[in-house]
């Protein structure tokens, strides 16, 4: 009879307790942490990639524009000087991934790109940083006489379809401290397929930089990039640029100088000759314009 009595009590008390918990779970609100937003306003910070993304179906045109070295003569402070350009395209597969293809005048390069949110800075700072991946694959349309070099003992080393490939994978860390500040550091890898000796094939390299907001719409930004190999009787000068952004919704303008002209970032990092520190540097500007699908 006692067993009888405690199967009807279980029985009885089980469903309740089912019950409580159902209701607990649907009561308890959800914990799950906000997103910080992105560490800067644009997707790219002068020279470097930043760890902003664009959300899914958005469209970014982007031109990237150097003008001549300041250092050189009659050339209206190198406006009148020969310049490189750069036109891009953008498109957000997701609100993670993004990839874009981009052409430059210089070496006539065109380059595919991917970039894409590893980790994510959380407001209550359990993930106290943004992760971001970038990286792009380059080949230039130059023509074939381009890339024959002759070495110093008097060979010809032939053309090749390989010769025309660089590749570049960079890691960008950032972190967003408040509206105003922002800073990242970017450790990178290069590899060029086709180079003249002593430099070697492949640059490991590492970038910081970081935006200082000063109004609604204007930041102030600095981006350093330091090549860590040295080449035997050569070797490529970091990178230095300053410069301001006025940014609103949908465009961000990026004035500024810097001693890298090449765009393309494994052109810099591996080939740079501009000494920032002799005026060797010139004026340049970014615009991006998006448009949200």
């Not at 045109?61 to 402070?77: A, E, P, S, Y």
């Not at 359990?126 to 890339?147: D, I, Q, W």
């Not at 070697?200 to 590492?206: E, H, L, R, Y």
């Amino acid at each position: 009879m006692k067993l009888n009595k405690s199967i009807f009590i279980a029985l009885l008390v089980f469903p309740l307790t089912l019950l409580a918990q159902e209701e607990t779970t649907k009561t308890t609100p959800s914990t799950k942490a906000k997103l910080e937003r992105a560490a800067f306003e644009s997707t790219a910070l002068i020279d470097n990639q930043t760890n902003v993304l664009n959300t899914k179906g958005t469209i970014e045109l982007t031109m990237n524009h150097r003008f001549g070295t300041v250092k050189g003569t009659n050339d209206m402070i190198g406006i009148w000087a020969p310049a490189n350009i750069r036109l891009g395209l953008t498109y957000g597969l997701t609100d993670c991934i993004t990839v874009g293809f981009g052409t430059t005048k210089d070496s006539r390069l065109q380059d595919f790109n991917l970039k894409g949110a590893l980790l994510r800075q959380t407001r209550d700072n359990h993930m106290p940083v943004s992760v971001t991946y970038y990286g792009n694959a380059a080949m230039s349309a130059s023509p074939k006489e381009t890339f024959e070099i002759i070495t110093y003992k008097g060979e010809v080393i032939p053309y090749r379809f390989s010769s025309r490939f660089s590749f570049f994978n960079q890691i960008i860390i950032a972190r967003r401290f408040s509206s105003n500040v922002s800073f990242q550091i970017a450790p990178s890898w290069s590899h060029v397929n086709l180079v003249e000796a002593p430099i070697k094939n492949d640059m490991i390299a590492v970038a910081v930089g970081g935006r200082v907001k000063i109004n609604p719409t204007t930041s102030v930004l600095v981006d350093y990039s330091q090549p860590l190999n040295t080449f035997q009787g050569r070797y490529p000068l970091p990178g230095i640029g300053l410069g301001v952004e006025f940014s609103t919704g949908s465009h961000a303008f990026q004035l500024f100088i810097t001693n890298y002209k090449s765009i393309v970032q494994q052109q810099n990092y591996m080939f740079n000759q501009n000494d920032f520190f002799r005026s060797e540097y010139m004026i340049g500007f970014n615009i991006t314009r998006l448009w949200h699908m």
